[in-house]
């Protein structure tokens, strides 16, 4: 049975291109059967690593190599007369051979170490050994070797500079040593960066989707590092073809576009034409079904035939006929049975445009052969079989029938036979209307007007797939070449038309959308909610009560977790003296709906505006909002309806122009995602770093963190469902120990069943804590009452405990159990545990009111202003940048100033943004910071408020709350001054002055700072 297997994988390197997998174990088998000790059969084991390492690059293919070469030389240097190998594994031999493996494996930035530091204990053994009279050229050359190696970008550079530190102690005069390695040190410099800019990339090199992305961050440099990308480039294609033998999907899509940019990219690079040949047929062996790249080769072997240069051996080259027959035969451009799966026409046109372009090309230089009119011709026809058998949709661009055509009506001058090759396509592709377009186009520059107006009065009717082109092509030619009463004729046949094909699209808009919410409400009803891949954790609450709130929607009166009312909330209706009526209320409609309100448009023209968009789908309803994005590859954009009723139809835009473009409209359901539980440290470019890599990012959008500093949560929206879909698999992945990563399908209409609804209810706050107390101490304490999800200390920018800390258990009975450990002594301490009510833990930690910032003077002094901002402005993500420059404690944008007020830590944190010379930048734009005064900006929640107003973050619905306590008036604050009259009576009239107050200088501020 093995031997069997050995066959199968021999046979199969003769014409695929393989892995590890195949060539490892064909390499153990060859090693073990040949005799390694006569220079035969160790020629035959080389062979076999060279053919190997010609499929792709592999780092344990190239050790065992290198490993091969070091023990056979040591075999033949013991021989009596190793001339009898005839140079095969002497010193000079080996040392060649070696260095050529190390140089295949060297562009693996982070494991091209191990082939160099076999090849420098090789060579410095043999240093050690050799006589004295050559020790002194091998020093130049290991010399040569370290430095050669200290300009490559690679993973540890520094034991690299390390090794040269050590050879030049050991081997160059003592004198030298210091600038030798100043020398080095200057020389590897660039190397380093080079690298250090690259690591985080490449360790997490976790799928080909990255691999593609860092390729393509690579060629959009301004000056690609050649080095860099070949090398990235062949571990791109060794990932895609491992994946491919193990049958992952997509996986043969990605080797083939792999191969694809990379011959692009050496060509272009201007490689040598034997290299860039080597890469072609190496290609043609890896993807054989790919058009792609047997086009790239045809026009190589043209571009060859073609060149007079005396080092080309056009004997040794394949004629353009035979490498067209060979790719034919490898049957994976026909499909064997009509019931056989679709193929792509994709790849078959272009190795037909391919062949048939050289044919075209040499008879238009007179070179062509007798027969290359009918070989062209039926290159083509043979062609369009090909790939209208291949699939019911072609090729909806008519590539080959084009070509063909362009060459009947030029070069062979026989309209007739465009004619008929445009009729019969047209007749085989019935409803698309770029096929009659062209047929009629070929009508009309053949001067058959009768028949071009017959065939659009025919057509214009019928259901195509965008009428709308055919119409306009219909009036284009009765203004060319009608009369008056044509034209007018046109125009009325076109907007009965227009009529009929509206409506039609409106009702298969509303059954295509009536399929899709049924199967999201067979969905949502049917799965558990423990199963559900939908939480989402935005909530409708009131903010007072210290809950989760939308990222997006505005807080509403709403009853808490337990189902108490809350005081904010509207009185209900009473019936019959003070009894209230028990009625059973539906559902209460999402404030937010926008995963299903929402549609995406791409393919937007450059310039695009807003109003260009709400123009278009303004008579599909009242729109909420309209969001353009510059993505890497096009503009897109985002249309949110108040309604779900609207998009239907909105989809009915799809195949729209705007500034002549067709644009593209499809759902938006299920691009969401909502993603949780990530390290605190971790930002908007982290997340679109790590999520980049399954798929094009539309927005990510951020939680502020006004009222709840701990949320940490986003949404991370893609241009298409199946992203999203392929970024699931991050879900439980830990970003660092004990922290798994939480991604799920963003639903709004699974709020109430998301898995922290009850979080507050889950949550315990310890208070009295020792410093000395860790989080091992509080899980040692509370384990005992249930599994805990999160251990929260709080600490300060020290890092020093501040003698509290949340615990927040996986269920809530545990938490309300664990309240029996109130008054636990805990390292000398008697400890206070009450659930979690952030709006009390606010208060009792830093000496706030309930509005959440304290005294007015106070939270001035550390707060500054932001002006300029864009109306989009996202609080988290603004916080985000700032919190890179100070310590943030709550930031507020006012989107209808372009305005924000931030909250620092203490004025001394203040004082350096202030303070600072350089500009803070924040998506483009440089940050206007400004202190926060007094009279500040005012609205419904002024910026500095006045004496009456609760403070500048006060929550919506906290508004007309009532204040908790007894009546008793709070006592000022450490250092106030007893009011004057005329102090009162201005606060009185709701002014912020106050007799103590008055104005800071930068002064004062640098005084802050010491």
């Keep these: 049975m093995e031997s069997q297997v050995g066959v199968a994988q021999e046979m199969a390197t003769n014409y695929l291109a393989v892995g590890d997998d195949v060539w490892l174990p064909l390499i153990n088998a060859k090693t073990t059967s040949a005799d390694l000790d006569i220079p035969t059969g160790a020629s035959e084991v080389l062979d076999l690593y060279t053919r190997a390492e010609e499929d792709y690059l592999s780092i344990p293919i190239l050790q065992r190599h290198i490993e091969f070469l070091v023990d056979r030389h040591a075999h033949y240097a013991t021989l009596e007369t190793p001339e009898e190998s005839g140079g095969l594994f002497s010193t000079p031999w080996t040392r060649e051979a070696i260095a050529a493996v190390v140089a295949k494996g060297t562009g693996h930035l982070t494991k091209s170490r191990l082939l160099w530091e076999a090849q420098k204990d090789w060579e410095l053994e043999m240093l050690e050994t050799a006589p004295n009279s050559e020790k002194s050229a091998l020093v130049e050359h290991v010399e040569s070797l370290h430095l050669m190696r200290l300009q490559q970008p690679h993973a540890g550079h520094e034991e690299t500079y390390q090794s040269y530190s050590s050879f030049t102690t050991a081997y160059k005069p003592p004198a030298e040593y210091e600038s030798l390695l100043v020398s080095a040190s200057k020389l590897r410099s660039r190397a380093v960066k080079a690298y250090e800019q690259r690591e985080p990339t490449e360790l997490s090199l976790a799928s080909l989707d990255a691999y593609a992305q860092y390729i393509a961050k690579e060629r959009r440099s301004r000056t690609p590092h050649v080095f860099v990308i070949t090398g990235l480039y062949e571990r791109a294609l060794a990932e895609a073809a491992r994946r491919r033998f193990a049958g992952e999907e997509g996986a043969e899509l990605a080797l083939r576009a792999f191969w694809v940019g990379y011959l692009d990219f050496l060509r272009t690079e201007e490689t040598d034409e034997d290299d860039l040949m080597r890469a072609l047929r190496r290609a043609t062996r890896s993807v054989p079904g790919s058009g792609e790249v047997w086009s790239r080769y045809i026009r190589h072997l043209e571009r060859k035939s073609g060149a007079e240069s005396e080092d080309v051996s056009m004997d040794e080259t394949e004629s353009i006929s035979d490498a067209y027959n060979r790719a034919l035969s490898t049957n994976l451009f026909t499909k064997p049975h009509p019931k056989s799966p679709d193929l792509d026409p994709e790849q078959i046109v272009p190795l037909v445009l391919a062949r048939a372009g050289a044919e075209k090309r040499a008879i238009e230089a007179g070179i062509g052969a007798e027969d290359a009119v009918g070989t062209l011709v039926k290159v083509v026809e043979d062609g369009l079989g090909m790939v209208r058998g291949a699939s019911k949709t072609g090729d909806q661009r008519f590539r080959l029938e084009k070509f063909l055509s362009e060459f009947y009506l030029s070069l062979a001058d026989v309209p007739d036979a465009a004619i008929q090759l445009w009729a019969s396509t047209a007749a085989h592709y019935k409803s698309s209307w770029a096929g009659w377009v062209a047929y ?571």
């Design 440 to 1010: 009629t186009d070929v009508l009309i520059r053949t001067d058959h007007h009768a028949l071009a107006r017959s065939t659009f009065l025919e057509m214009s009717t019928k259901n195509l797939d965008y009428p709308e082109a055919l119409w306009d092509a219909w009036l284009n030619f009765e203004h060319a070449h009608g009369s008056l009463e044509s034209i007018e004729d046109a125009m009325g046949r076109i907007e009965r038309a227009r009529g009929q094909v509206e409506a039609r699209r409106m009702r298969e808009a509303q059954k295509a959308y009536a399929a899709a919410q049924y199967a999201m409400e067979q969905q949502a009803t049917s799965l558990p909610v423990a199963s559900a891949p939908v939480p989402d954790v935005g909530q409708t609450s009131g903010l007072g009560a210290g809950d989760g709130m939308d990222v997006d929607a505005a807080p509403v009166a709403s009853s808490d977790a337990r189902g108490k009312r809350k005081a904010s909330d509207e009185p209900e209706p009473e019936v019959s003296g003070s009894k209230k009526a028990r009625i059973d209320q539906p559902p209460a409609a999402l404030k937010r709906d926008r995963e299903n309100c929402t549609v995406f448009v791409a393919d937007l023209p450059s310039g695009a505006s807003d109003d260009q968009l709400k123009a278009l789908f303004k008579d599909c309803g009242e729109i909420r909002e309209v969001k353009i994005t510059n993505m890497p590859e096009m503009l897109g954009a985002t249309i949110e309806f108040n309604t779900r009723d609207s998009v239907p139809a909105a989809l009915t835009k799809d195949k729209k122009r705007i500034d002549g473009t067709e644009i593209s409209v499809h759902l938006a359901w299920r691009s969401t995602l909502y993603v949780t539980n990530f390290p605190e440290k971790t930002d908007d470019a982290a997340i679109r770093d790590l999520f980049g890599q399954y798929g094009i990012i539309f927005d990510v959008r951020w939680p502020s963190k006004k009222f709840k500093t701990t949320r940490r949560f986003c949404y991370v929206q893609f241009t298409s469902p199946a992203s999203a879909e392929r970024a699931l698999e991050l879900h439980g992945r830990e970003l660092e120990p004990e922290r798994a990563l939480s991604v799920y399908i963003s639903n709004p209409e699974r709020k109430k069943e998301r898995t922290d609804a009850d979080a507050n209810e889950r949550e315990v706050y310890v208070a009295g804590l020792s410093r000395f107390t860790n989080k091992e101490d509080l899980r040692a304490v509370f384990s005992r009452y249930g599994p805990i999800k999160d251990i929260r200390p709080v600490e300060d920018k020290d890092g020093r405990s501040k003698g509290f800390a949340f615990i927040e258990f996986e269920n809530e009975a545990d938490a309300h159990t664990a309240l029996g450990a109130n008054n636990y002594e805990l390292k000398k301490r008697r400890i206070a545990v009450t659930l979690t009510d952030t709006r009390v833990r606010s208060k009792n930690r830093e000496g706030l009111s309930e509005t959440g910032l304290g005294r007015r003077a106070e939270a001035r002094n550390r707060s500054v202003h932001i002006h300029g901002l864009p109306s989009d402005t996202q609080e988290g993500l603004l916080q985000q940048v700032l919190e890179k420059y100070a310590a943030i404690k709550r930031t507020e944008f006012f989107a209808d100033k372009g305005e924000a007020v931030v909250e620092l830590e203490n004025p001394a944190e203040a004082g350096k943004l202030l303070l600072r010379t350089e500009p803070i930048v924040f998506n483009g734009i440089n940050l206007q910071i400004s202190e926060e005064t007094q009279s500040g900006s005012s609205r419904s929640q002024p910026a500095a408020p006045p004496t009456n107003a609760g403070g500048m973050f006060i929550p919506r619905a906290a508004g007309s709350r009532p204040r908790a306590g007894l009546g008793r008036a709070r006592k000022p604050g450490l250092g106030a001054t007893k009011p004057s009259a005329a102090t009162s009576n201005m606060q009185e009239g709701g002014s912020a002055a106050s007799s103590g107050a008055k104005g800071r200088d930068q002064d004062d501020f640098r005084k802050m700072l010491g």
